[in-house]
């Protein structure tokens, strides 16, 4: 008997065996598809994360209070609320009361915030500053240090007017 790949040659007659090479096929094809997806998942995402620090840009944790439709919404909620910085997108007023680059510390704003009875959210935001970024690594550093609420939201106050200084005027 000679076998020549799947085809089994007798001397009278010949016998082809699709049935063992077309499951070994299907199961290779979805092993390779399965793994291709896998290793482009993870160059993708090293490629980002490379690209995001050859530009200097860092993720911030935004401070969110709220999104209000019309300013007439905005003045009415926000009168007891000084330390804010507001920005219009997409036709809408989003309040921001604190911007940082460290989780703990956004956890420090919000409670402090939660105590007033504000309800705050954490929205992260891509930003491509050096300038802004160095303020702000030493603003955590202040506010990690602070010894009262007081404190922590006049360090934010200087924070949020950094950032209409430098990213809202760009």
């Known amino acids: 008997m000679y076998y020549f790949f799947s085809t089994k040659y007798t001397s009278d007659?010949?016998?082809i065996n699709f049935g063992d090479d077309m499951k070994k096929t299907v199961i290779k094809g979805i092993v390779f598809i399965i793994l291709g997806f896998i290793i482009g998942n993870i160059i993708f995402g090293n490629l980002k994360n490379y690209l995001k620090r050859m530009k200097n840009i860092d993720t911030y944790y935004f401070l969110q209070e709220g999104v209000y439709t019309n300013k007439e919404s905005l003045q009415a909620n926000l009168k007891n609320l000084t330390e804010r910085t507001i920005t219009k997108e997409k036709e809408k007023y989003y309040v921001?009361?604190?911007i940082t680059k460290d989780k703990e510390v956004a956890e420090m704003i919000m409670s402090i915030?939660?105590?007033q009875g504000?309800?705050?959210y954490l929205k992260e935001k891509d930003i491509d500053s050096t300038?802004?970024?160095e303020?702000?690594?030493q603003y955590d550093l202040l506010i990690k240090d602070a010894e009262s609420e007081e404190q922590v939201?006049?360090?934010?106050?200087?924070?949020l007017a950094n950032?209409?200084?430098?990213?809202?005027k760009q």
């Open 96 to 98: 921001y009361v604190g």
């Open 118 to 120: 504000y309800k705050i």
């Open 13 to 15: 007659k010949c016998y």
């Open 131 to 133: 300038e802004f970024s």
């Open 135 to 137: 303020n702000v690594n």
């Open 113 to 115: 915030y939660e105590k």
């Open 153 to 159: 939201l006049t360090i934010e106050q200087v924070v």
């Open 163 to 168: 950032y209409e200084e430098i990213i809202k």
